[in-house]
C-alpha cells in the first residue's frame, strides 16, 4: 500500500471498506443515493470500488462531471459511458445478453445535440427531449446501470456559471422527475462530490429538487481500521512506526481520515529517521507541521471562507459554534448546540424564523470538513479533526 | 570522477540547467533522500491507475528548480523508468500559458523540444486558428505522448504561476478531471508558498498534490553540500576549510538561513575569493533574493510596514515593547501586527524566554538586504556587507575589506563615499583596537603607490581614524607626495627603519612636525634604534624649539650607542644652546675623540668656542680642521670667516673664506651677508661668486631674496668694474634668461638708445635698474 495523497486510491492502495461499500450498496438497492462527506474523505476511492467490485447485477458507469458545464454535455457523457459499457467484450449480466444490443440501437438514435427539437412557443430547453428520449430509454429497458456521477456539485456549479440558475433548476427538476419515474425500475443514481451538494442546492433556493435522495455520509475509520491502514502504510512504504506510535498519532489527529492518516506517515517518512518515533517527536512533527506547517494555509482559510459561505448571521452562528467547540471538554450534544444558538438569538420567535439556520450551519460545516458527527448514540458532534481545532483554540485565543 | 575542468564549470546559481547532468547530480546530496521519494513516486505511477501528482514548495534558492533537473536526469539515466516517461521540463519563466489551450499548446513545445521533434505542431494549430484550440491541442498533445509508447513527466515550475494564469473555475474542473482519470500524464510542479489553489477548500486542486516542503538545509545537510560541491568540482581546499573554520561554517550557516542557492554563492566566495565580480554576485544575489520580499512588504498596510521596519532594523529578536517604542503604537496593536506579519510569514518567533515573546525577520539574508538597503543611518548599509566579510574571510578581512574600499574610491564620487562608508562601518563593528589599526594599515598599504591615495581624505575619515591610529597624520601627507617616492619607500609601517626612512623624506620637505612624529614611531617599534633618537633629538632642538627633551633623547642615543660621536656632537648643540658651555665644549672633544674625522664635531666646537673672543684661536683652529674635514660644508666656511674678521687685519684672510662658503650656498642669507661685509667692494671676490649666485638663481627662480641679492651684485661688480665687464660677466653664464633685464640696463648704460629699443615694461625696470646703479656709484 503506497502513500496516496491527492489521487483516489485504487487497488492495493485503496483500505477497503467493506461496511460502507455495503451499506451504499443496500442503499441503493431501496433507490437512489446521495454519498456525502467533506473534501479528501475518500468517496472517488469508495466509487472506484464499486467499479471494481460492483454489486450483483449492476453495470456501474463512473463519470467525473466537473470538465462539464452543460446539461448536454452530462447527458451526452452518460449515454457515451452507456455506450462503452455495453460494448465491452466483457462478460456479460443476463439483461446485456438479451436486450444490450436493441439497448444500444435505441440509444444511437437519441441526438444529445438538441437542436432537431424545435416546439414553438415552448420554454423547454434545448436537451430536454434528448433527456427524456433516455429517461424513456432507460424505463422501458430495465437497464441495470448504476450511475456514479462524481463532482456533482461541482458540474451544478459550472453550470450555474456558464448559463443560468435557469438552466440548472430545470436539470435538477427533470433529474427528480427521473429519479422518481425509475425508483421501480433497475438504474440507479449515486451522487457524490467534493463540495457540498446540499449548501450549492440551498444557495441556489433548489433544495427540494434533491430531498429524495437517500442520503449516505461517509464515516472515518474505526480506530482498528485506523491503527491498521497506518501500520501498513508504514510497513510498504519503509517508515519506521511501531504500535505505540500509531495510537499517539491517532490521539493527536483525533478524526481516522484517511488522509490525515497518510499525511502523518509521509510527514515522517520525509524526516528520514531510522527508528520509530517516539512520542515527543510525534508531538513536534504535528505541531510543527500539520498544525503550523503545511497545514497553516489550509487552516486559515477555513478560517476566513466562513464568510464567504454564510450570511453575516450565519457566520456568527458558525464561528461561536466553532470557538466554543474547540475548547469544550466533550462533544456537543444537540442539546449544546440549541443552548448556544439560543445564547446568539435569545427571542424565541427571532429564532423560530430563522429555524433552519443552526441545521444548515452545522450541515455545512459537517461537509466543508470543519465538524464531525457521531453515527450512533448520542451522536455528539465534534471537530473534524485536531488540527483545526487546535488552530481554532490559537486563533481564537 | 571528477576533473581539472570541472572546477571551472558554473555553479549555475539562477539557471541549473547550464550545469551538465553528471554534475549537478554529483552535487545534489543534501536533498537526496527527497530525490530518492520523487523517483519512487514516478516508479508506482502506474499506467490506468490514478497517478500520484507532487508539488515541491520552497522559497527562493532553496532548490526546487534544481530538483526538477534531477528528476528528469534520474528518470533519463534510469533503464526502466526512461523507457516509461519523458520528462519534460518547462522553461522557468515561461508566460506564454493564459488558459488551458495555452497550457496543452505549451505541453506540446515543450514535448516536441524534450523529445527532440522538429514538428512545431502548436504553431500550425495556432496558424490554423481552430476555434476549439483547446481539444485541438490536447488531441496533438496525447497523440505524440501515445506514438512515443511512453507517458509525460511534466516537470513545472512556478505552477501556482501557471494555475493563475487559467484561474476560470471550468477550465481548471477540466485539467484537474483529465488529469485525476488520464495516467499518461503526471506532473510536479513547484511553487515558492503554499498557494490557494491547493488551499482553498472550493477550489479545484485543493488537497489534490503530494506537497514536499523544501525547507531549509541543517547545518550537517550545509556540510555535506559544500563538500559534496567541493568533491564534484576538484577542490581540495574546502574539507580542511570546513575542519579549520568551523565558527565561520557555523556562522554562515546563521547567514544563509539554510539557504542552498546562498550557500552555492559563498562556496564560490570561499574558493575564489572577493573579486570584484563577487562582490557584484553578492549584491545581485541579495538584489534578486529578495524582489518578492520587498513586493510583499510594500503591499502591507502602512502600520505592518512600520512595525517590519522596526524588527527588520533592530537585527536581534525584539520585544512587544521595544517596537512599541520606537514605533509609538500602543502594545495591543503592536502584538496584533506582529501576528499578522507572522501569519504571513514575514516575521518568525525567535526562541526565547516562553513568557516574554522575542520577534525577528523570518528570512536572515533579507534582513541583511534590508538593513544594507534601509538602514536609517547611510553608513549602517554597509555594516552587514561587513559583517559578512568578516564571516568569511576572518583572517584576511583587513586585505579584503581594504581592496574593496580602494576599488571602490576609484570610482568616482559615489564610490569615494561608499569607501567611507564601508570603512567607517568596518573600524565601528572591528572588535579591538588591534584589528581597527590592522584595518587601517590594510587600507593604506592597498593604496600607498597608487593615484587613489591622493583623494584619501575623501574616502577616509582622517579625523576618526587618528583615533584609532595617530600616525594616520604622517601617513596622509604622503598623499600628498609623489607617487615615485611613495613607491620607492613601500609601505612597511612595521618596520623602524622605514619610519625612518618616512621622517627623513619628511626632513628634507621641512615637515618637522611629522618628521619627529615619524621617528618617535621608529624608536616605539625598536626603542634601541639610536639613530633615530639621536635625529628626533636634532629636529626637535634645530626646528621644534625643544631643548630640554633633546637634551634627554640624545643622552638615550648615547646611553644605547656610546660611539656614536654625531650624538655627542648633537649634544653639545643642545647644550650649547641651554647656556652650559662646559658641557658642551665637552661633548664636542668627545665626539672629536670617538671620530677625529668628524668635520661637524669640529665645526659645532668652534662655533662654541668661537662665542668667547679670548678663545678666537682655539676656534679658529677648530673650523680650519673643519673645513679640511668636509670642504663642502658652508657653515665651517662661514665660521672661520667671520673668526678671522674679527681681527681687521686679517679680513683679507677671511675673505676667500666667505667666498667659499657663499659658493658653497648661495642662498645662505647670513653667508650673503658677511659677503657683503667682507667683500662687497671687492671685484674680485664678486667675480668668484657671482657666477655660482647666478646658476643658482636660475635654478631656483621662485627665490626672490637670492635672486635680489644676485641682481645688486651684479650691479656692485659693474660699479667696481664697469658696467662692461659686468655684461660680460653675464654674458659667459650657461643660462642668462633670469637676468635679460639687467644686460638691458648694462647695455643702456652703455648705449641710451637701447632704451627705446624696449617694451615699455621693460624699459621701466631697466631705467629702475640704471637708477640704483647710478645712486651707488656717484655716476
Redesign the interface.
Known amino acids: 500500500m503506497k502513500l496516496r495523497i491527492g489521487p483516489p486510491v485504487t487497488g492495493e492502495d485503496f483500505y477497503p471498506r467493506p461496511h460502507l461499500i455495503q451499506t451504499l450498496t443496500r442503499a441503493l438497492n431501496g433507490g437512489h443515493v446521495a454519498f456525502l462527506g467533506p473534501r479528501r474523505t475518500g468517496k472517488t476511492s469508495c466509487l472506484k470500488s464499486i467499479v471494481a467490485n460492483p454489486p450483483d447485477g449492476y453495470v456501474p458507469l463512473l463519470l467525473n462531471l466537473e470538465k462539464h458545464h452543460s446539461i448536454t454535455d452530462w447527458l451526452r457523457e452518460m449515454a457515451a459511458a452507456t455506450r462503452i459499457a455495453l460494448e465491452k467484450p466483457a462478460p456479460k449480466l443476463q439483461w446485456l445478453k438479451e436486450t444490450g444490443a436493441d439497448f444500444l440501437k435505441r440509444l444511437e438514435k437519441i441526438d444529445f445535440h438538441g437542436l432537431k427539437i424545435e416546439l414553438s412557443g415552448s420554454k423547454q430547453p434545448a436537451w430536454r427531449p434528448a433527456a427524456d428520449a433516455f429517461l424513456k430509454l432507460l424505463k422501458e429497458s430495465d437497464a441495470p446501470l448504476l450511475f456514479l456521477l462524481d463532482e456533482f456539485p461541482a458540474f451544478l456549479n459550472l453550470v450555474v456559471k456558464k448559463t443560468s440558475r435557469d438552466e440548472v433548476e430545470a436539470a435538477l427538476n427533470w433529474f427528480r422527475s427521473a429519479r422518481h419515474e425509475l425508483s421501480e425500475s433497475s438504474t440507479r443514481f449515486l451522487v457524490t462530490g467534493s463540495i457540498g451538494l446540499k449548501s450549492v442546492v440551498r444557495r441556489l433556493g433548489l433544495s427540494p429538487t434533491i430531498n429524495d435522495f437517500d442520503v449516505r455520509e461517509i464515516p472515518p475509520l474505526k480506530e482498528a481500521e485506523a491503527l491498521d491502514l497506518l501500520q501498513r502504510l508504514a510497513a510498504d512504504n519503509n517508515v519506521p512506526l511501531d504500535e505505540r506510535g500509531c495510537r499517539h498519532i491517532l490521539q493527536l489527529l483525533g478524526a481516522n481520515w484517511p488522509i490525515l492518516l497518510q499525511l502523518f506517515v509521509s510527514e515522517i517518512q520525509d524526516e528520514a529517521v531510522t527508528k520509530p518515533p517516539a512520542p515527543s517527536a510525534l508531538d513536534r512533527l504535528y505541531r510543527e507541521r500539520l498544525v503550523c506547517g503545511s497545514r497553516n494555509k489550509y487552516c486559515d482559510n477555513m478560517f476566513d471562507r466562513l464568510k464567504d459561505i454564510f450570511s453575516e448571521s450565519e457566520c456568527r452562528l458558525a464561528r461561536e459554534i466553532l470557538r466554543t467547540l474547540c475548547r469544550a471538554q466533550r462533544p456537543f450534544s444537540r442539546e449544546d448546540l440549541e443552548s448556544l444558538h439560543a445564547r446568539l438569538i435569545p427571542h424565541d420567535a427571532h429564532r423560530s424564523l430563522l429555524a433552519d439556520e443552526l441545521d444548515y450551519v452545522l450541515d455545512a460545516l459537517k461537509h466543508d470538513g470543519y465538524l464531525l458527527q457521531a453515527a450512533s448514540g448520542e451522536q455528539r458532534t465534534s471537530f473534524a479533526s485536531h488540527i483545526l481545532r487546535d488552530y481554532w483554540r490559537r486563533k481564537t485565543a | 570522477m571528477s576533473s581539472p575542468q570541472q572546477s571551472f564549470q558554473p555553479l549555475a546559481l539562477y539557471n541549473p540547467a547550464l550545469l551538465p547532468p553528471h554534475l549537478l547530480l554529483a552535487e545534489f546530496t543534501a536533498r537526496r533522500?527527497?530525490l530518492n521519494?520523487l523517483v519512487e513516486i514516478i516508479r508506482?505511477n502506474a499506467p490506468a491507475?490514478?497517478?500520484?501528482?507532487a508539488l515541491l514548495?520552497g522559497s527562493r534558492g532553496m532548490g526546487k528548480t534544481t530538483t526538477l533537473w534531477a528528476v528528469a536526469y534520474t528518470v533519463k539515466a534510469d533503464p526502466k523508468l526512461s523507457r516509461q516517461w519523458l520528462p519534460v521540463v518547462f522553461d522557468e519563466e515561461s508566460r506564454r500559458v493564459g488558459d488551458l489551450a495555452d497550457f496543452w499548446l505549451e505541453a506540446l513545445r515543450q514535448w516536441e523540444h524534450a523529445a527532440n521533434d522538429p514538428g512545431d505542431r502548436a504553431q500550425q494549430l495556432l496558424d490554423k486558428a481552430d476555434a476549439n484550440i483547446e481539444d485541438a491541442a490536447r488531441k496533438a498533445f496525447l497523440d505524440k505522448v501515445d506514438r512515443s509508447s511512453r507517458r509525460a513527466l511534466l516537470l513545472i515550475d512556478n505552477l501556482n504561476d501557471l494555475l493563475a494564469s487559467i484561474h476560470d473555475?471550468?477550465p481548471l474542473?477540466?485539467l484537474?478531471?483529465?488529469l485525476?482519470?488520464d495516467s499518461r500524464v503526471m506532473v510536479l510542479g513547484t511553487a515558492t508558498r503554499?498557494f490557494?489553489q491547493i488551499?482553498?477548500?472550493?477550489q479545484?486542486f485543493?488537497?489534490?498534490?503530494?506537497?514536499?516542503?523544501l525547507r531549509p538545509l541543517t547545518l550537517e545537510e550545509m556540510k555535506t553540500s559544500l563538500l559534496a560541491l567541493a568533491q564534484a568540482r576538484g577542490d581540495k581546499s574546502i574539507p580542511k576549510t570546513l575542519e579549520e573554520r568551523a565558527g565561520t561554517i557555523q556562522g554562515l550557516y546563521i547567514l544563509t538561513g539554510g539557504n542552498p542557492r546562498l550557500i552555492k554563492t559563498f562556496y564560490r566566495l570561499l574558493t575564489e575569493g572577493l573579486r570584484g565580480d563577487i562582490r557584484t554576485d553578492l549584491e545581485r544575489l541579495l538584489d534578486e533574493f529578495t524582489p518578492y520580499f520587498k513586493a510583499v512588504v510594500d503591499a502591507l498596510p502602512v502600520q505592518q510596514q512600520r512595525i517590519f521596519d522596526a524588527v527588520a532594523l533592530a537585527w536581534d529578536p525584539v520585544e512587544v515593547g521595544s517596537v512599541s517604542r520606537v514605533t509609538r503604537l500602543p502594545s495591543n496593536q503592536v502584538s496584533a501586527q506582529l501576528r499578522a506579519l507572522g501569519?504571513a510569514g514575514l516575521i518568525s518567533e525567535a526562541a526565547s524566554h516562553p513568557k516574554r515573546k522575542t520577534y525577528l525577520l523570518a528570512d536572515r539574508f533579507s534582513n541583511i538586504h534590508y538593513l544594507m538597503r534601509h538602514g536609517r543611518a547611510a553608513r549602517n548599509r554597509f555594516d552587514w556587507f561587513v559583517a559578512l566579510v568578516r564571516l568569511v574571510f576572518p583572517d584576511s578581512q583587513a586585505e579584503t575589506l581594504a581592496r574593496l574600499a580602494r576599488q571602490s574610491a576609484e570610482c568616482g564620487a559615489e564610490g569615494r563615499r561608499d569607501a567611507k562608508d564601508l570603512l567607517h562601518s568596518a573600524l565601528a563593528r572591528a572588535e579591538s583596537v588591534e584589528s581597527r589599526r590592522q584595518l587601517l594599515h590594510a587600507t593604506f598599504r592597498e593604496s600607498w603607490d597608487t593615484g587613489t591615495l591622493a583623494s584619501l581624505s575623501d574616502w577616509l575619515d582622517l579625523t576618526e581614524a587618528k583615533q584609532h591610529m595617530p600616525e594616520v597624520e604622517i601617513v596622509a601627507f604622503f598623499s600628498q607626495m609623489p607617487r615615485d617616492l611613495r613607491k620607492m619607500l613601500g609601505y612597511k609601517p612595521a618596520d623602524a627603519r622605514w619610519w625612518c626612512g618616512v621622517a627623513s623624506a619628511l626632513e628634507r620637505r621641512e615637515a618637522w612636525s611629522l618628521a619627529a612624529a615619524a621617528y618617535r614611531k621608529a624608536v616605539e617599534l625598536d626603542p634601541n634604534f639610536a639613530s633615530a633618537w639621536g635625529r628626533l633629538a636634532n629636529i626637535l632642538a634645530l626646528f621644534l624649539s625643544r631643548i630640554t627633551e633633546a637634551e634627554e633623547l640624545l643622552r638615550k642615543a648615547i646611553e644605547i650607542d656610546p660611539k656614536k660621536s654625531f650624538f655627542r656632537a648633537t649634544l653639545g648643540n643642545v647644550l650649547t644652546e641651554l647656556g652650559r658651555y662646559a658641557e658642551a665644549e665637552e661633548a664636542f672633544k668627545a665626539a672629536i675623540e670617538l671620530t677625529p674625522d668628524s668635520g661637524y664635531a669640529w665645526a659645532w666646537l668652534g662655533a662654541l668656542l668661537a662665542e668667547h673672543p679670548n678663545r678666537n684661536p682655539e676656534a679658529e683652529r677648530a673650523f680650519r680642521r673643519a673645513v679640511q674635514l668636509d670642504p663642502t660644508d658652508d657653515f665651517s666656511w662661514t665660521c672661520l670667516a667671520r673668526v678671522l674678521a674679527r681681527d681687521p687685519a686679517r679680513i683679507s684672510e677671511a675673505r676667500p673664506n666667505i667666498v667659499k662658503a657663499l659658493q658653497l650656498k648661495p642662498d645662505d642669507g647670513p653667508n650673503q651677508i658677511l659677503f657683503n661685509e667682507l667683500c662687497g667692494n671687492t671685484s674680485t671676490d664678486w667675480q668668484s661668486v657671482l657666477p655660482n649666485l647666478a646658476a643658482w638663481c636660475a635654478a631656483n627662480p621662485k627665490n626672490t631674496e637670492t635672486f635680489d641679492f644676485t641682481v645688486d651684485g651684479f650691479l656692485q661688480y659693474a660699479r667696481l668694474t664697469k658696467p662692461a665687464d659686468a655684461l660680460a660677466l653675464l654674458q659667459a653664464l650657461p643660462d642668462t634668461s633670469p637676468f635679460e633685464t639687467l644686460m638691458d640696463a648694462f647695455r643702456a648704460h652703455a648705449d641710451r638708445e637701447h632704451l627705446n629699443r624696449l617694451a615699455p615694461e621693460r624699459q621701466a625696470i631697466v631705467i629702475e635698474l640704471l637708477n640704483r646703479f647710478t645712486v651707488r656709484s656717484g655716476a
Open positions: 533522500p527527497l521519494s508506482h491507475k490514478p497517478l500520484q501528482h514548495v473555475p471550468e474542473h477540466r484537474r478531471a483529465f485525476m482519470d503554499y490557494d488551499t482553498d477548500l472550493d479545484p485543493y488537497d489534490f498534490f503530494r506537497v514536499f516542503d501569519k
